[in-house]
Every structure is written in structure tokens, then in C-alpha cells.
């Protein structure tokens, strides 16, 4: 079904002035990596977010972080962990603010904890799999794969609730699905929000790599392809025939091999990580 380009520019106008990705997570995964300037301006852009600082000292004092010295301020939490791994607990811990518009059962097991389980296992599982030392990247892809999904469900919620009931009901696909409902899907709807919005090309690039034939994808986007399916195998949102032939596709595309055994530490892999822990007491 083809996308409507009348309607997507005028879902664009109405969202343009809404904050549903927070500004300083734009500003922080725009920052450049790993240097002093950079760690700077990440410590000026959080602490002055009172609830985001509590959530990171909350996490930098947890028993995967903390290495038995109490962290008591950004700055140590930033010096001590590496500017890569406090910008994924940035965007953990601000996750709620991104998914808040789908605060019901359905939204949130198929769309918000998909996300972060993609985005924890594509950060854990990164440079293992693929040879990428990108897992800060890793996490932020996997997290805003689905940004389309949560902008049509913050554009008509009780729409965006049919088409989830459609989906989960018939296993079909979700964007022929949406394209009924909204005249357009999730794919185009996050790509042409996340340009409106200025996110950096790395990451409007991961948003449309999910949804492009193999050849077109980056291997970021060919290995967080593989991280949505693998994570919906394991339970983190539904695993239709259509997402079993595309694991299995995209796998041979990776030339990646994997049995039962990698699949069930998956599962129990994402459930020990703390940042995703965390994620479900928000």
C-alpha cells in the first residue's frame, strides 16, 4: 500500500511542536564523542533536568556500576563510566518521557519494551556480533526504531489502538495495517519526523535501514534488524511467521549463525541488564 504524502506532511504539522523526543536527548546524541569539551557539555545539559540527575546517580549507584565508592555527583558519574555508556543511561533514563503518549498495556509491551530490549541487546551484543564499537549507538537505534509508532499513537491514540488489536489478532503486517488506518506507516512517519526534528544523520539513517532491502542497509542497520527480530524471538514484543522468515533472511545476510542456546541467554541476558531493569520502574 503506498504512502500517503499529503497525510505525512500533515501529521509532520501537527507534531512539529511537540516534545516527544526531550531536546536535550537530541542535543546530547548529536554531542561528539569521548572528548573533554563533550563531557562538558553533557554535565551542562543534564544537571539542569533535577529528575534526570536523581535517575542517573540512581544508576551510577547501582551494584553493576558502582564499584564500591558512592557516586554523588554528574560529573563523577560521567568521568568514572565513560561519556558512551552515560549518554545509553541518558536515553534510559529519559525512555518514559519518549514512550509517555502509549501508557496502556498493548503499546507498552509491543512498542516501548521492544524498544528497550532491542536497544540493550544491540548495545551488549554490538561489537560481539559484528565488530562494531558502537553500542551507544547500538542502544539509541534500537530505541528509536519504532519513533514512528509512537508518533501516530500520540496523533490518534484510540486509531493507533485498533491497529495494534488488527496486528496482534491477524499477525499480518503492521504497516499495511497502519497505511489503512493513517494513510501512512510507522517507517516513513519516524524518517521524515526524525529529520524535522535535526537528530543526527547516524541515527535518521538507523530509523530507515529497518525497513530497507539488504543492499540499501548500513551494518548498523543490517545488525539492529537482526536485534528487533532477535528480541521479539525471545518475548519482547510479537514474533509472527512474517518476522521468523525476515530473522532468517536477515541472519543469512549477516552470515550469522544461531542456535536455541544463543536465543535462551538472550532472553536472560536482557532481563539481568541493569538498564533495562531499570527501565521497568519508570
Given at each position: 500500500?503506498?504512502?500517503s ?14 516534545t ?92 516501548w ?7 540493550v ?26 519513533l ?114 544463543f ?11 541493569e ?8
Open positions: 500500500m503506498p504512502v504524502r499529503e497525510k505525512l506532511q500533515e501529521y509532520l504539522d501537527q507534531i512539529k511542536d511537540l516527544i523526543i526531550p531536546p536535550v536527548l537530541i542535543q546530547v546524541v548529536s554531542l561528539p564523542d569521548d572528548n573533554e569539551m563533550s563531557f562538558k557539555e553533557m554535565a551542562n545539559m543534564v544537571q539542569s533536568d533535577q529528575i534526570l540527575t536523581t535517575r542517573l546517580l540512581k544508576l551510577a549507584n547501582s551494584p553493576f556500576y558502582n564499584r564500591g565508592n558512592r557516586i554523588t555527583s554528574l560529573r563523577d558519574v560521567i568521568v568514572r563510566l565513560g561519556f558512551r555508556i552515560v549518554r545509553s543511561m541518558i536515553f534510559v533514563a529519559m525512555s518514559d518521557s519518549i514512550f509517555q503518549q502509549g501508557n496502556y498495556r498493548k503499546f507498552r509491551d509491543e512498542v519494551f521492544h524498544s528497550i530490549a532491542t536497544g541487546f544491540g548495545a551488549n551484543e554490538c561489537e560481539k556480533v559484528t565488530g562494531l564499537k558502537e553500542p551507544d549507538m547500538a542502544l539509541v537505534g534500537g530505541l528509536l526504531q519504532d514512528g509508532k509512537i508518533i501516530l499513537n500520540t496523533i490518534d491514540r484510540k486509531k493507533y489502538i485498533e491497529v495494534l488489536n488488527e496486528f496482534l489478532e491477524s499477525g499480518g503486517d503492521i504497516r499495511e495495517i497502519e497505511v489503512k488506518h493513517f494513510s501512512v506507516d510507522h517507517a516513513a512517519m519516524g524518517v521524515a519526523a526524525a529529520r524535522m526534528w535535526k537528530l543526527p544523520d547516524v541515527v535518521v539513517r538507523i530509523i530507515a535501514d529497518r525497513h530497507l532491502d539488504a543492499e540499501k542497509r548500513t551494518p548498523m542497520g543490517t545488525y539492529l534488524t537482526f536485534a528487533d527480530l532477535a528480541v521479539r524471538k525471545v518475548g519482547f514484543g510479537s514474533f509472527t511467521p512474517k518476522h521468523e522468515s525476515d530473522m532468517l533472511t536477515v541472519m543469512a545476510d549477516m552470515d550469522f549463525k544461531a542456535d536455541d542456546a536465543f535462551a541467554k538472550i532472553k536472560q541476558d536482557i532481563e539481568n541488564d538498564l533495562f531493569k531499570f527501565s521497568l520502574t519508570l
